[in-house]
T-cell receptor
Framework: GAVVSQHPSRVICKSGTSVKIECRSL??????MFWYRQFPKQSLMLMAT?????????EQGVEKDKFLINHASLTLSTLTVTSAHPEDSSFYIC??????????????FGDGTRLSIL | DQQVKQNSPSLSVQEGRISILNCDYT??????FLWYKKYPAEGPTFLIS?????DKNEDGRFTVFLNKSAKHLSLHIVPSQPGDSAVYFC??????????????FGTGTQLKVEL
């Protein structure tokens, strides 16, 4: 089945560091990818929609200058957490939907990135 | 405002018995629902879905029931197996302001299947 690869799975770094997370669709093309964030014991919350070849669309309350998204190809989207601080520590997950599928086709998720800022 | 709610944060069931996971939603315009399963340190995996034109969808040990009038859906797992122990999220399709759609998730229910 469809596979979405997310890398790295775990990052621990100092405050002020910028961290890049990659999301790749391995066996399908994804014109749209999604970035979610999950705090402990809470739901997955959509941060932004990544559109291939155009600017990402951010949800209310998400700082676009803080969370830079680039969707340079049909199989790769990146999320860069700039100048990360401890409050950015969270579980970040990407997902993608096959460009050839219908709007109701399930999204396929990466395995997530656990970001810990010291 | 949480539009998809899973009021039970955890559920414990004996192996072989039925697991029933519940989900409520507030917006009657939602018309497609999905269940995802998530293990620790992994992304959610799609399990089963249901369209609002149906009230039941079955796939092997998994059955999803939809009660539109009550704005309630449930996932039944029978028989439950230890490998089913995971967090289960219900989700619905959410129309994005700029076009297209994504998912909005419930808060999840941790299922533990005991031997």
């Amino acid at each position: 089945g469809a596979v979405v690869s997310q890398h790295p799975s775990r990052v621990i770094c100092k405050s002020g560091t910028s961290v890049k997370i990659e999301c790749r669709s391995l066996d399908f093309q994804a014109t749209t990818m999604f970035w979610y964030r999950q705090f402990p014991k809470q739901s997955l919350m959509l941060m932004a929609t990544s559109n291939e070849g155009s600017k990402a669309t951010y949800e209310q309350g998400v700082e676009k200058d803080k969370f830079l998204i680039n969707h340079a190809s049909l199989t790769l989207s990146t999320l860069t957490v700039t100048s990360a601080h401890p409050e950015d520590s969270s579980f970040y997950i990407c997902s993608a939907r096959d460009a050839g599928g219908s709007g109701n086709q399930p999204q396929h998720f990466g395995d997530g990135t656990r970001l810990s800022i010291l | 405002d949480q539009q998809v709610k899973q009021n039970s944060p955890s559920l414990s069931v004996q192996e072989g018995r039925i697991s029933i996971l519940n989900c409520d939603y507030t917006n009657s315009m939602f018309d497609y629902f999905l269940w995802y399963k998530k293990y620790p340190a992994e992304g959610p995996t799609f399990l089963i879905s249901i369209s609002s034109i149906k009230d039941k969808n079955e796939d092997g040990r998994f059955t999803v029931f939809l009660n539109k009038s009550a704005k309630h859906l449930s996932l039944h797992i029978v028989p439950s197996q230890p490998g089913d122990s995971a967090v289960y999220f219900c989700a619905t399709i959410w129309e994005l302001t700029g076009g297209g759609n994504t998912l909005t998730f419930g808060t999840g229910t941790q299922l533990k299947v005991e031997l």
